[in-house]
């Protein structure tokens, strides 16, 4: 089964070793690549806050150049979307590390059952190191608790302009049986591809697999015929897929 992994190029990488070592082949289609702003990251740390929101390890990249400059903030508590962001999370030195289930409403749950447990009403906003463009339903579930925040754009993800001849070597020509997609913003792009429209032929029986219901939304006809939603937000699930 050839499976097209569409994340960014280090993640995609991680992900397609993990598809060869369950015996299936991986093509890789990175279409968006990290564009970080330590700087602005520095900065938003230099401000008060009471604990740090992620919701990818690309925010931990970025906090990753300023390492040096950290020591004082390993011991804030730190709220990431899911394991595989905590785990890079603690990698780097996070000593208080919690973890959600996999999506922006389930850690907006957890940071307001945390803040309540604690009645800290008026202490520090959190800080949110967030990519652009991003989805907005954690900031939207924030508001909804009445949350203070601040979101700090820590990076942006760039949308790789292919020319059709690239895609096609990145295919090798070959069809495609599964399309993985982690995020609405890499459904949009994937959809968008001229690409696509000249060579239906290589995804006539693809199935698309989608790690929410907010990441299948995006998906246009005539692939949203095709369409298969992780159980929980997370790449085990998604992979299960298969």
């Known amino acids: 089964m050839r499976v097209l992994v569409t994340r960014a190029e280090r993640a995609g990488q991680k992900t397609a070793k993990r598809l060869l070592r369950s015996g299936f082949e991986a093509a890789m289609l990175p279409l968006a ?136 070597q990145h295919l090798d020509d070959k069809p495609i049986d599964a399309v993985l997609l982690y995020s609405a913003e890499t459904a949009k792009r994937f959809c968008a591809l001229p690409f696509n429209a000249k060579n239906m032929e290589l995804f006539a029986s693809a199935r698309f697999l989608c790690l929410s219901q907010n990441v299948a939304d995006p998906v246009s006809p005539p692939f949203n015929t095709r369409l298969f939603v992780a159980l929980d937000p997370n790449e085990e699930s998604l992979l299960s897929l298969l």
């Open 33 to 168: 690549k990290p564009v970080y702003a330590p700087d602005h990251a520095l900065t938003a740390l230099q401000q008060p806050h009471s604990a740090l929101i992620v919701t990818s390890t690309e925010a931990i990249a970025t906090l990753a150049a300023i390492k040096d400059t950290l020591h004082h903030h390993f011991s804030t508590p730190l709220f990431a979307v899911g394991s595989t962001t905590a785990k890079a999370a603690k990698a780097l030195g996070f000593q208080q590390v919690r973890t959600a289930d996999g999506d922006g409403a389930a850690l907006a749950d957890l940071l307001h059952v945390q803040s309540q447990a604690q009645h800290q009403a008026d202490e520090a906003p959190l800080l949110y190191l967030a990519g652009y463009p991003r989805a907005k339903a954690l900031e939207r579930a924030l508001d909804t608790y009445g949350m203070a925040y601040r979101v700090c754009e820590a990076y942006r993800m760039e949308t790789i302009a292919y020319q059709e001849r690239d895609i096609a």
